[in-house]
């Protein structure tokens, strides 16, 4: 008795599979040399990930936003070597000059130290509002 067997695939498909698996294997454990078709074919597969994915994948990697501190400080010096801060005007409430005086350096002594105020002038815009403070101190 003769059996016939019915294959469903075409021959030499498990050949082919085997050689692309191979394949596959070898630019898995990059083992081909510099030079080589499969070796240029690697490092071009590498580039095109690297040039392209940013515009496919959301890699979330956008800066911090960094707010500036919330009394919006800048020191700077003058020639005589005394410290020059430049408080914005939202940081204090108007009042006397006592209480200004007060308000400015509870402001600048967590950023300086102990320090005496010689002098403040008020910076106003070109319509008169208060844009903030200039504040000459002397380390004690």
């Given at each position: 008795m003769h059996?016939?067997?019915?294959?469903?695939?075409?021959?030499g498909a498990p050949l082919l599979m085997n050689a692309i698996w191979r394949t596959v294997r070898s630019y898995?454990?990059?083992?081909h040399d510099?030079?080589?078709?499969h070796y240029d074919i690697m490092v071009t597969l590498i580039l095109l990930f690297i040039f392209l994915?940013?515009?496919?994948?959301?890699?979330?990697?956008?800066?911090?936003?960094?707010?500036?501190?919330?009394?919006?400080?800048?020191?700077t010096t003058d020639g005589e070597g005394r410290l020059v801060y430049q408080v914005a005007a939202?940081?204090?409430?108007?009042g006397d000059d006592r209480s200004v005086?007060?308000?400015l350096l509870r402001i600048i002594e967590p950023?300086?130290?102990?320090?005496?105020?010689?002098?403040?002038?008020v910076v106003r815009d070109g319509k008169?509002?208060?844009?903030?403070?200039?504040?000459?101190?002397?380390r004690e």
């Amino acid at each position: 008795m003769h059996r016939a067997e019915i294959s469903t695939s075409a021959p030499g498909a498990p050949l082919l599979m085997n050689a692309i698996w191979r394949t596959v294997r070898s630019y898995v454990l990059w083992q081909h040399d510099r030079g080589t078709l499969h070796y240029d074919i690697m490092v071009t597969l590498i580039l095109l990930f690297i040039f392209l994915s940013p515009r496919v994948i959301n890699f979330n990697d956008k800066p911090i936003a960094r707010d500036p501190h919330p009394t919006d400080v800048i020191v700077t010096t003058d020639g005589e070597g005394r410290l020059v801060y430049q408080v914005a005007a939202s940081a204090i409430t108007p009042g006397d000059d006592r209480s200004v005086r007060d308000q400015l350096l509870r402001i600048i002594e967590p950023i300086s130290g102990a320090v005496s105020i010689v002098s403040y002038d008020v910076v106003r815009d070109g319509k008169g509002r208060t844009q903030g403070y200039k504040v000459v101190v002397r380390r004690e």
